[in-house]
Every structure is written in C-alpha cells, then in structure tokens.
C-alpha cells in the first residue's frame, strides 16, 4: 500500500510554455500533499502544501503564480509550471499523507527541462 | 525557518562495514523521518520515529529518536553495494506531514 505515482516522469518543454505535473495517491486517500523540487545534488525544499478542496498554502519566496496547485479530490494533486523558463528546471517531487501518522510516502518525481 | 543539519555529507566505505549518520536541529521535532533516494526516484520511507528515545529497526537498519527530541541517528550494519544511495533525514514539527529535510548524506560502498 501506500503508493503515490506521478505524471509525466520526464518532460521538455520550450521556455514561455506551461507545463503539469500529476500526483496521485494510488491506494489511499489523500487530504494533503506535498510538493517540492530539488536541484541537482541538492535536498528536497518544500514548495507548496496543497490542500484538498481549499487553496495551497505557499513557502516564502515560491510564487504563487508561477506554480499553480489545484488538489481537486482525495487522490490527485497537480502542479502547473506556467510560463517555464530554463531556471525553473528542476526535480520536482510530490507526496502523499494522511494515513493516520505523519508518513509521507514520495511520487517518482518528474524531471522538467525547459530550453 | 528550522534547520537540519546532517553529518556527515558523504561516506566511502568498504563493503561489509558498519555505517552511521545523523541529524539535528536546534528545534524540536515530534515526528523524525529516515529516507533513502536512489539517482532520478523520489525518496523512499526507511524508518518512522514518533517518540523521544524510541529505537527502531528495519532489517540492517537501526535509528533513534533523541531523547532531547532535536536529534536522530540512523545506522547501517553489515553495508552491501545495494545500500548506496543518498540518505535524509527529516522532522516533523506540529504540522502534520510538512517536513524539513536534512541535506542528505551519499553513501558509497566498495565491494
């Protein structure tokens, strides 16, 4: 149990472009999920909390509006890149809780690449 | 923001050998979290921690949640070429599931 896959694994896209990142909680349900992104040899830093059926709330310094989170029902959370630019290439990494404990249990990641 | 601080950064060890890493904070925390992360996967849950003091194992793996609550260990007995990987560690404060990652630890094993 307790599997969180994500969609696409690998994308390219051309910079100006949106892109959007699934997460879903495969065997279980989710009231909130997590998302972040990790640069190359880097940690995980926290992006967003995103919250079933109310906004996400946001860590300093992630803008809003350049990352959309929309978490529509218990098993899917997505992530919309808009506007990408080369900086914003990246590990970006969801995960899935609410399983009575504090576990998070990790999507595979997607690895977005903007030229 | 709270901070964890993961030591050591990295470890080249022999096949077989024993290996330990750990974390703190100058915060408390009341969940610690050990993760393993293979190249281009997202972590993978090794042990939960939820009280001061608990010890917990997981086959070859043994941690601890510090009885101050600030600091956790992980240790790896016996390491096989499997266990490479990068290694985190994580808090847990009062908001459930948010956590604060340490900055990994890369474990290298030669056969």
């Known amino acids: 149990g307790a599997v969180v896959s994500q969609h696409p694994s690998r994308v390219i896209c051309k910079s100006g472009t949106s892109v959007k990142i699934e997460c879903r909680s495969l065997d279980f349900q989710a009231t909130t999920m997590f998302w972040y992104r990790q640069f190359p040899k880097q940690s995980l830093m926290l992006m967003a909390t995103s919250n079933e059926g109310s906004k996400a709330t946001y860590e300093q310094g992630v803008e809003k509006d350049k990352f959309l989170i929309n978490h529509a029902s218990l098993t899917l959370s997505t992530l919309t890149v808009t506007s990408a630019h080369p900086e914003d290439s990246s590990f970006y990494i969801c995960?899935?809780?609410?399983?009575?404990?504090?576990?998070?249990?990790f999507g595979p990641g997607t690895r977005l690449t903007v030229l | 923001g709270q901070q964890l601080n993961q030591s050591p950064q990295s470890m080249f060890i022999q096949e077989g050998e024993d290996v330990s890493m750990n974390c703190t904070s100058s915060?408390?925390?009341?969940?610690w979290l050990w993760y393993k992360q293979d190249p281009g996967e997202g972590p993978v849950l090794l042990i939960a921690l939820y009280k001061a003091g608990e010890l917990t194992s997981n086959g070859r793996l043994t941690a601890q949640f510090g009885i101050t609550r600030k600091d956790s260990f992980l240790n790896i007995s016996a390491s096989i070429p499997s266990d490479v990987g990068i290694y985190f560690c994580a808090g847990q404060g009062t908001n459930a599931g948010k956590s604060t990652f340490g900055d990994g630890t890369t474990l290298t094993v030669k056969p």
């Open positions: 995960s899935a809780g609410g399983l009575g404990n504090n576990e998070q249990f």
């Open positions: 915060s408390i925390f009341n969940t």
